[in-house]
């Protein structure tokens, strides 16, 4: 199960904070009180509820939000094979102290079973304890004894070790409480002496109790021999156990015999069968992949059928053109229509000119030249001579009658007189003027005092330059719409339907281009298709070199031979298991069932002797029994006196109080002894199991200086050089390692029912640069087994990992990377 994206809404500094994950391996970059180890907690506390500081972990604290703000909390998203599973935890106030926890799979609501049963239903506790690796475990590791650290070590195989090996210590402190051999202040040892103290003021009271002494004497030499009769029947009893013991190891041993003939070495390779089979898997996949693209190979070579590709092309390319066609086909209606709207202004504003540009050309020059005559004529009867003649006129009649001088009168006589003619003359031309204008408005309609012939004939020029303008336009209009329809008819033969305008045409030429398109990409991808065959028949070829290979080495000539190697292997190790675990349970007495093995009933006759003497010695009890009660009776009788009676009955609460405490002593003891025999059991069943992932593990955290790891009756671990050393005598560094590594074996073993990511917060902040090589390549081989968070404010550690990681600076969080110098 994969944490694909941890989402915080409010939790400690750290608000609407997303963090998307790598599935294998992810490091968070900052400095310290950045938000890294909030961020660890934020992880364990989604899965497993808030404030949980009552259970007594370090890592669970009070995380409430820097703002008072509400609600605290956030989800955290994990991907398996069931799908995607969102975890969605809130805590405000009225909830419950773990907060209200929503669990959906693939966006549905599930209860929340559904999801920690696929973790085997572990608690905050045992996720702290196996899959977080911070400062608080290093400093917890280093606060330890040489000696507590080993069974830290021994013990790490058993589920709940931890808390077992608490609990086992508390019951001998318990027991170490109540008795010391030596002690004073304990409370038996307190009981002892108070008991012996009563006793001694028993023996000082008055004569009368003599008697009761004396047999109170006979009394005691009566339970001194019943206590010895009593030891030496233990004694028999514990000889009977051993020889019951070793006749039921003696079967074990004739096992351990049969089984050890069993054992022969078998050559074979774990990593060339692994190997073999992902070969053999990959040529699986390899070879459905071939089916899978020769059969989309050939649907796609069916369906890509495409005729006159090139036609259709052709008339595609015309695209660009049509789009011309049309947006001048736009520009010539609109030219058209704007001419003839001059038209019509013309005939509203310009009817003259509209009616001279209706009539021939002949007839326009006609007019055009009676108008150029009649005017020249109008020009010449201009009424300047006639006003002129009348003013001489006038003055040559008033010099004729107010000058008294003869010859001026004769000179204004004759200005009169000429002025007189040229009057005349002038209104004749005049009223010959008038009547040709006259003669020019009845032929033309036209009458040349009112209108401006001139300017009238500059209009008809535009009205004519209109007109020629709108045959142009016109002209223009049917070339194009024949180039149109000589088009369509290309374009007919690979249509339905027809063409009526020019978004019709555009429509179906882009219809035709994603056919084009279409044909274009089933091209391309027949082409990669192609390809990718090629490569998977490469690929194909290459695996079965490669599985040919690891057939020879391995001396088989098929799989199925080399499965049968491997069962055969893996029985010889089932056997070397049976064998081991047989000769560890028989390792105290193996030399002695060698010997006993040789005369088994002699093992017998032992057995039947020692239950004759138990029989016997169990009838001298009695008979001690029997003698002590009848001296106890007659004591009784004597016991009659108040004082005498108070006494002994304080010593009999005493000595009942004695008896309570030794068995709360004897609980103690028994239940710290079982507790022990408990965690060595679960180690020896569990511990061997991890062990060949550690060794690899405690070797790269070693750099090599350490190869291998040995579980005998003691733990011990192999330099290089081949020397071996108990775990108690390693340095604590090398335990640190041996410890880091062990755990993250446990780790491992059981991702196989509970997979979650793995935490290391700052773990190795006081490892050197050596140490940090090592971790890299520990961590880099992790990553490939399962999911890694790191938590660093080391930038050294980041380089050497060469990943991009999210860094984590005050309240901004963004990913970057770094690169090596």
Do not use: C
Request: hydrophobic residues 35%; neutral net charge.
């Amino acid at each position: 199960m994969k944490l694909t994206q941890i989402k915080i809404i409010h939790f400690g500094k750290l608000n609407d904070v997303t963090f998307n994950l790598n599935k294998d391996l992810t490091i968070f970059l900052g400095a310290n009180e950045a938000g890294k180890s909030t961020t660890v907690a934020f992880i364990k506390q989604v899965l497993f509820g808030f404030h949980l500081r009552t259970n007594k972990s370090p890592f669970f604290e009070n995380y409430q939000p820097l703002d008072h703000v509400s609600p605290m909390g956030g989800s955290l998203t994990f991907e398996d094979e069931a799908g995607t599973f969102v975890l969605n935890r809130l805590y405000a106030k009225g909830d419950p102290k773990k907060g209200v926890l929503t669990v959906k799979l693939n966006g549905q609501e599930v209860p929340e079973s559904v999801f920690f049963d696929r973790i085997q239903n572990i608690d905050g506790s045992f996720y702290t304890d196996s899959f977080i690796f911070n400062q608080d475990m290093m400093r917890e590791i280093n606060s330890l004894s040489q000696a507590e650290l080993m069974e830290q070590i021994y013990f790490l195989g058993a589920s709940q070790s931890h808390k077992l090996l608490d609990l086992r210590d508390e019951f001998n402190n318990n027991a170490q409480k109540l008795f010391k051999k030596n002690g004073r202040k304990p409370v038996i040892n307190q009981l002892i002496n108070q008991i012996q103290d009563q006793k001694d003021v028993l023996a000082e009271t008055d004569n009368e109790f003599s008697n009761y002494r004396e047999l109170e004497e006979k009394l005691n030499k009566e339970k001194a021999a019943l206590a010895k009769s009593q030891v030496e029947l233990a004694s028999l009893n514990e000889q009977g156990q051993k020889v019951s013991l070793l006749m039921q190891k003696l079967t074990n041993f004739k096992q351990y015999q049969d089984l050890k003939r069993e054992l022969k070495p078998v050559q074979f390779s774990k990593e060339s069968y692994e190997n073999a089979q992902a070969i053999k898997n990959k040529i699986a996949d390899l070879t459905e992949s071939l089916d899978s693209l020769t059969n989309q190979l050939q649907e796609v070579e069916s369906s890509n059928t495409l005729s006159n590709k090139d036609k259709i092309r052709a008339l595609v390319d015309h695209k660009a053109e049509i789009l011309h066609w049309e947006s001048e086909s736009k520009d010539l209606a609109r030219q058209v229509e704007t001419a003839n709207q001059d038209l019509q202004s013309y005939e509203q504003l310009q009817p003259e000119a509209v009616k001279l540009s209706k009539l021939p050309s002949e007839t326009r020059t006609q007019i055009k030249s009676d108008y150029q005559e009649l005017k020249k004529q109008k020009e010449d009867a201009n009424n300047l001579p006639g006003i002129l003649s009348l003013i001489l006129l006038v003055a040559g009649i008033f010099s004729a009658i107010a000058i008294s001088n003869l010859f001026v009168r004769f000179i204004g006589i004759m200005l009169a007189l000429g002025s007189m003619g040229l009057f005349v003359r002038t209104r004749q031309k005049n009223n010959q003027s008038s009547r040709k204008e006259q003669t020019f408005i009845e032929k033309y309609g036209l009458n040349p005092n009112e209108i401006d012939l001139n300017n009238l004939w500059n209009e008809v020029v535009q009205i004519e330059s209109k007109k020629q303008t709108l045959e142009q336009l016109t002209q223009e209009q049917k070339t194009l719409n024949e180039k149109v329809k000589n088009f369509i008819q290309e374009l007919n033969p690979f249509i339905q339907g027809k063409a009526q305008t020019f978004s019709d045409i555009i429509n179906l030429l882009n219809s035709l281009q994603k056919l084009l398109d279409q044909n274009y990409l089933a091209q391309q991808r027949l082409n990669d298709l192609a390809v990718q065959l090629q490569e998977r028949k490469n690929q194909l070829a290459k695996n079965k070199i490669e599985l040919s290979n690891i057939f020879a080495k391995n001396k088989v000539t098929n799989f199925d031979e080399f499965s049968d190697l491997k069962k055969q292997a893996e029985a010889q190790e089932q056997l070397k298991l049976k064998v081991d675990a047989l000769q560890n349970d028989l390792q105290e007495d193996l030399a002695q069932l060698e010997k006993v093995a040789q005369d088994p009933s002699a093992l017998s006759k032992e057995k039947q002797e020692i239950e004759a003497q138990i029989s016997q010695k169990q009838g001298q009890i009695n008979t001690l029994h029997a003698e002590s009660a009848k001296l106890e009776n007659q004591m009784n009788i004597l016991a009659n006196s108040d004082k005498y009676f108070a006494e002994k009955q304080k010593l009999s609460d005493l000595e009942s109080l004695l008896a309570e405490n030794v068995k709360d002593y004897l609980a103690n003891l028994l239940t710290s002894n079982w507790i022990a025999r408990g965690l060595d059991l679960a180690s020896n069943e569990r511990f061997p199991k991890m062990l060949e992932d550690a060794k690899k593990y405690f070797t790269l955290l070693t750099g090599g200086r350490y190869v291998d790891i040995n579980l005998d009756k003691q733990l011990k671990v192999k330099r290089a050089d081949g020397k071996k050393f108990d775990v108690e005598y390693l340095s604590r560094g090398t335990s640190e390692q041996l410890y880091f590594a062990l755990k993250l074996a446990f780790v491992e073993q059981v991702s196989d029912k509970i997979e979650l990511p793995i935490l290391i917060d700052d773990a190795f902040v006081n490892f050197d640069a050596q140490r940090t090589n090592y971790i890299v390549k520990l961590l880099e081989e992790l990553a490939k087994k399962t999911q890694v968070l790191i938590f660093t404010a080391r930038k050294d550690l980041v380089e050497k990992l060469t990943i991009y990681p999210i860094r984590v600076e005050k309240l901004t969080i963004y990913p970057i990377r770094i690169e090596k110098e």
